[in-house]
T-cell receptor, first 113, second 112 residues
């Protein structure tokens, strides 16, 4: 069964450094999402992406965040200058069409020191 | 999106049916009920969804009341691997509603 994959599984970085989280969505999917979950808190929506454009973003997704689909298979989340409060699990999700079921990857655990 | 209310936790005996309630009294006609679960900080896993009819798949059954103000997820024969946080999510079909809004969910512990 096709799955969403994410790399790395864990990332440790220093505050102020840039990080790029990578996701490979399911191959025929067209809509892509990033969510995050701070330890012990709810899963929160960050951004949705379709046709090389952001279709919706949350208040969390400020100018420090960006997303990109650099090629036909990868979907990335970049945090330009990490803060301590960016420490969280980051989940990528994809769906074949609008309003269809979202399938999540296993997540990247980001720790900012 | 309509707000959902779930009990924070529940226990279930292995091999027995687990019935997980969800209240969504403010649901509107264009909103679906989705259920996901999250096993120990893994990515949320899709279980089932429905609009107004009851639904069943290989994982679970979803029973939606006639007025659509509440629903119940049924795991027919709970196993230890079903221990997880279960999220009931109401999702709008309007253009701005494609995101999933997670609440606190129900932490289900399946006991031997």
């Amino acid at each position: 069964e096709p799955e969403v994959t994410q790399t790395p599984s864990h990332q440790v970085t220093q505050m102020g450094q840039e990080v790029i989280l990578r996701c490979v969505p399911i191959s025929n999917h067209l809509y892509f999402y990033w969510y995050r979950q701070i330890l012990g808190q709810k899963v929160e929506f960050l951004v949705s992406f379709y046709n090389n454009e952001i279709s919706e973003k949350s208040e969390i997704f400020d100018d420090q965040f960006s997303v990109e689909r650099p090629d036909g298979s990868n979907f990335t989340l970049k945090i330009r200058s990490t803060k301590l409060e960016d420490s969280a699990m980051y989940f990528c999700a994809s769906t074949p069409g609008w309003l269809e079921t979202q399938y999540f990857g296993p997540g990247t655990r980001l720790l900012v020191l | 999106d309509a707000k959902t209310t779930q009990p924070p936790s529940m226990d279930c005996a292995e091999g027995r049916a687990a019935n997980l309630p969800c209240n969504h009294s403010t649901i509107s006609g264009n909103e679906y009920v989705y259920w996901y679960r999250q096993i120990h900080s893994q990515g949320p896993q899709y279980i089932i969804h429905g609009l107004k009819n009851n639904e069943t798949n290989e994982m679970a059954s979803l029973i939606i009341t006639e007025d659509r103000k509440s629903s119940t997820l049924i795991l027919p024969h709970a196993t230890l691997r079903d221990t997880a946080v279960y999220y009931c999510i109401v999702r709008s079909i309007k253009a701005a509603g494609n995101k999933l809004t997670f609440g606190g969910g129900t932490r289900v512990l399946v006991k031997p």
